[in-house]
């Protein structure tokens, strides 16, 4: 079974950087959009940006301008840059691959805490 896995979280201090990457257990046919959500305690998940199977991009108002999405087909990662990091960014980050045909899949998450 094909398991995504999310790593660069951690604890950061508010106007710094962390990068997040989202690797797949193995290769995955067919990925169409792949995205970065999270979700803060008490709040529901939400989408923070994706990139399509083209390149396209889209952010959420709330990271333009401070985070860049991107990701590499050939070897089914997709990354988060994150700068310019404030407290409202604190929150579990999960990754999220879209397909063609299939289930998405989704990451286990992981913890990013911005100090203020």
């Known amino acids: 079974q094909v398991q995504l896995v999310e790593s660069g979280g951690g604890l950061v201090q508010a106007g710094g950087s962390l990068r997040l990457s989202c690797a797949a257990s193995?290769?995955?046919?067919?990925?169409?959009?792949m995205g970065w959500y999270r979700q803060a305690p008490g709040k529901q998940r939400e989408l923070v940006a994706r990139?399509?199977?083209?390149?396209?991009?889209y952010y959420s108002e709330f990271v333009k301008g401070r985070f860049t999405i991107s990701r590499d087909n050939a070897k089914n990662t997709v990354t988060l840059q994150m700068d310019s990091l404030k407290h409202e960014d604190t929150a579990v980050y999960y990754c999220?691959?879209?397909?063609?045909?299939?289930?998405?899949?989704w990451g286990r998450g992981l913890q990013v805490t911005v100090s203020s």
């Open positions: 999220r691959y879209t397909r063609v045909l299939g289930a998405d899949y």
């Open positions: 193995r290769i995955i046919v067919s990925i169409n959009d």
């Open positions: 990139i399509t199977s083209g390149g396209s991009t």
